[in-house]
């Protein structure tokens, strides 16, 4: 039988409750045992020791126990003497007085049973369980039980020792008295245990209840999303590990229809991205097929660009990808990352001025900016950053490239003059086929996919980048990566030194 988990959770919370409510009656009921024995057992040699006075009166008197020896009336004499006025039993009732006989009366009830003879009740008197014996240990008086004596009293008479008085200790079980107040106390815990385990049961049904709803509340939700429903939530109330478990689910839950979005949008993206330059080729060679263009050599040229680009297009959604797989390979090696720098700023230089713009590189003096990474990801880097400033800047602005050291990381800074990014763009413009301009196409504005390309390859040497307004009033790329005896790149280098 499948059981859900309100019952599982109930019956647990009984069974644990009720264990321990059964350990802790155990516990009471011995602890009280225990408590009312020792209680009963330290009383009886409060009073035994006033028996141990009295008879050293008694020996002192008399110069031995020969008048005591089974002498009941003696023993009963020398109990009554002590301070503690012990006796056999009870107190003897008085008969009534005499009345003048008449006739037809019924005999008078019968009297009082004799010190020594025992109580109807079963109750043990400490009288009846006392045994005085000589200095020898040879009885005097009392049961011929030394056996279960607990504790021997001395009887001493100027320093020597005369007798000993045993103290045998009570048996609750054999005691009515004690017997029957033991089990009072002990159905009443019992009772108020029982009232425990009501009250018990009914908060742990409440309470599991109460958790199995919210837990319920999540298997639901975790259906629906499961089928296909992203916009979803769950109420997060508390701060216990179910409130961090809702929260963490509407994380998902808000991830994963992000992430919806996301691949809808960059399917989308990616099919306008192919479609027009295929559809710009598939146009120029029918044309050239049907006769209405000549293969010239510039249009010939212009087919093998738009060749390229979409090359280009394709090899740049490759990488990405490979690095979402992570199957991208890093080739570590040493190398300066200012001759890097210098090099792309040759390679950019003569573009930059024929876009009208001034290419600078600034390198902080007297520093050592040698590194261990993949020299061809990082030159693919600082590549897509400038080709980004080139195409997006304005003519008669600058673009610098600042290297430079901060704390454990390398800091390379790609910033352009105007215009400027808005704040919104700012925060998406790491996003593929991202562009802040909607009306760039991918011929003029690239494939929106550069600067994604560039987050993966830092990421993956454990580096951060980010992008931000500039003072020179466009955007600037700040990257950080890990210098060589800090770096813990998770992704394995393969050396090519």
Not at 5 to 17: A, D, E, G, H, N
Not at 34 to 56: C, H, I, M, R, Y
Not at 139 to 154: I, N, T
Request: proline share 6%.
């Amino acid at each position: 039988m499948r059981l859900n988990i309100f019952p599982k959770l109930l019956l647990t919370l009984m069974v644990t409750f009720s264990t321990l409510l059964l350990a802790l009656l155990l516990v009471i009921n011995w602890s009280f045992r225990q408590g009312f024995t020792d209680f009963l057992w330290q009383k009886d040699l409060n009073s035994s020791a006033a028996v141990v006075t009295s008879l050293e009166n008694f020996y002192q008197r008399q110069a031995s126990w020969q008048s005591i020896r089974n002498n009941p009336r003696k023993w009963a004499q020398v109990l009554r003497d002590s301070s503690e006025s012990l006796s056999f039993g009870p107190p003897a009732i008085r008969p009534p007085p005499p009345r003048p006989p008449r006739a037809n009366l019924r005999p008078p009830p019968p009297r009082p049973p004799p010190p020594g003879a025992g109580h109807s009740s079963g109750q043990q008197s400490l009288a009846e369980r006392l045994i005085l014996t000589d200095q020898n240990r040879a009885m005097v008086f009392g049961p011929h039980q030394q056996r279960k004596v607990s504790q021997w009293l001395e009887i001493k008479l100027a320093d020597n020792t005369v007798g000993w008085l045993g103290v045998i200790p009570l048996e609750l079980e054999t005691d009515d008295l004690a017997s029957s107040f033991v089990e009072q106390q002990f159905n009443t815990v019992a009772i108020f245990s029982l009232l425990a385990l009501l009250l018990t049961a009914s908060v742990s049904a409440l309470l599991a209840r109460f958790f199995t709803r919210r837990i319920n509340q999540l298997a639901i939700a975790a259906a629906k999303l499961a089928s296909g429903e992203l916009n979803i939530s769950v109420p997060v109330s508390g701060e216990d590990e179910l409130a961090q478990l809702s929260s963490n689910f509407n994380q998902m839950a808000s991830k994963l229809q992000q992430n919806d979005t996301l691949r809808k949008q960059w399917i989308s993206d990616i099919s306008h991205e192919l479609r027009t330059p295929i559809a710009v080729l598939s146009a120029e060679i029918e044309a050239i097929r049907d006769g209405i263009r000549q293969p010239s050599a510039r249009r010939m040229e212009s087919l093998y660009v738009d060749v390229q680009n979409l090359t280009a297009l394709v090899d740049d959604l490759h990488q990405l990808s490979m690095a979402d797989q992570g199957a991208m390979q890093l080739v570590g090696s040493h190398f300066d990352m200012r001759q890097l720098c210098a090099e792309q700023q040759d390679l950019f230089s003569a573009r930059m001025a024929r876009a009208g713009l001034n290419l600078k590189l600034q390198v902080t003096g007297g520093l050592q900016f040698d590194i261990f990474a993949d020299r061809h990801k990082l030159a693919q880097l600082l590549a897509n950053l400038l080709e980004n400033s080139l195409r997006y800047t304005d003519a008669g602005g600058q673009s610098v490239i600042a290297l430079s050291t901060e704390q454990n990381w390398l800091k390379l800074v790609v910033r352009d003059s105007a215009p400027q990014v808005a704040d919104a763009d700012l925060k998406q413009i790491f996003q593929r086929l991202y562009r802040a301009d909607k009306s760039r196409d991918s011929a003029s504005g690239g494939s929106g996919l550069g600067l994604a390309i560039c987050q993966s390859i830092v990421e993956l040497h454990q580096g951060e980048i980010s992008a931000a307004q500039t003072s020179l009033g466009g955007l600037a790329i700040t990257v950080l990566l890990p210098l060589p005896e800090h770096n813990s790149t998770p992704v394995p280098l393969t050396t090519t030194e």
